[in-house]
């Protein structure tokens, strides 16, 4: 089957611009995640859909970061405007059904930088 | 509140050595699940295994096997043999009925030839 696809791979933009971030689950996972990965920690979860309603945004900062996920398929992630503690790698992930127990599957991330 | 610790930062061994990583978790949750996921130098997180916390039997899968004791809230992470596609950063997880999966900071493991 093919796996999360995210785009783009890579971005780097100036403090104060915006940027997009993409994502593609695997066909008929109903769980959609974005982490945020800070070099050297461990990802940090931001924004988890249910289909397209969101379950736990708690973690988004929402002055500044915000997501969607039309139609319950892909989902986009934006961020405006950046600043520079956001440079981190942020992963897309999504899982067959909503629960504790189920293993995440994940794209290969797209690595923003910051200047 | 949930929490992950792995202690290792880095871990470097020589080729065909036996390795564990060690995880401590916290939960006051009495059902929950615990994960193993690697990520490679590609950046993907692939998931490794997953543990609910009623079932405390050791797996082995291959050269990998993993040792969860709820008396100490360790889930460790065992490579026999290590070889060097081992090499990556190893995250250890925790997942309760919140629904929001805690990571820990992982363990950069570097096998030498």
């Known amino acids: 089957e093919a796996g999360v696809a995210q785009s783009p791979r890579y971005k780097i933009i100036e403090k104060r611009q915006s940027v997009a971030f993409w994502c593609n689950p695997i066909?008929?996972?109903?769980?959609l995640y974005w982490y945020q990965q800070i070099l050297g920690q461990g990802p940090k979860l931001l924004i988890q859909f249910q289909n397209n309603g969101v379950v736990d945004d708690s973690q988004l900062p929402k002055d500044r970061f915000s997501a969607e996920r039309l139609k319950g398929v892909d989902s986009t992630l934006k961020i405006q405007p950046a600043k520079l503690e956001d440079s981190a790698v942020y992963l897309c992930a999504s899982s067959v059904v909503y629960g504790a127990g189920s293993p995440l599957h994940f794209g290969n991330g797209t690595r923003l930088t910051v200047t | 509140a949930q929490k992950v610790t792995q202690a290792q930062t880095e871990i470097s061994v020589v080729e065909k050595e036996d390795v564990t990583l060690d995880c401590v978790y916290e939960t006051r949750d009495t059902t929950y699940y615990l994960f193993w996921y690697k990520q490679p130098p590609s950046g993907e997180l692939v998931f490794l295994i997953r543990r609910n916390s009623f079932d405390e039997q050791n797996e082995i899968s291959g050269r990998y096997s993993w040792n969860f004791q709820k008396s100490t809230s360790s889930f460790n992470f065992t490579i026999t043999a290590s070889q060097v596609v081992d090499s990556a950063v190893y995250f250890c997880?925790?997942?309760?009925?919140?629904?929001?999966?805690?990571f820990g900071q992982g363990t950069r493991l570097t096998i030498n030839p």
């Open positions: 997880a925790l997942g309760t009925r919140a629904q929001k999966l805690v």
């Open positions: 066909s008929g996972h109903a769980t």
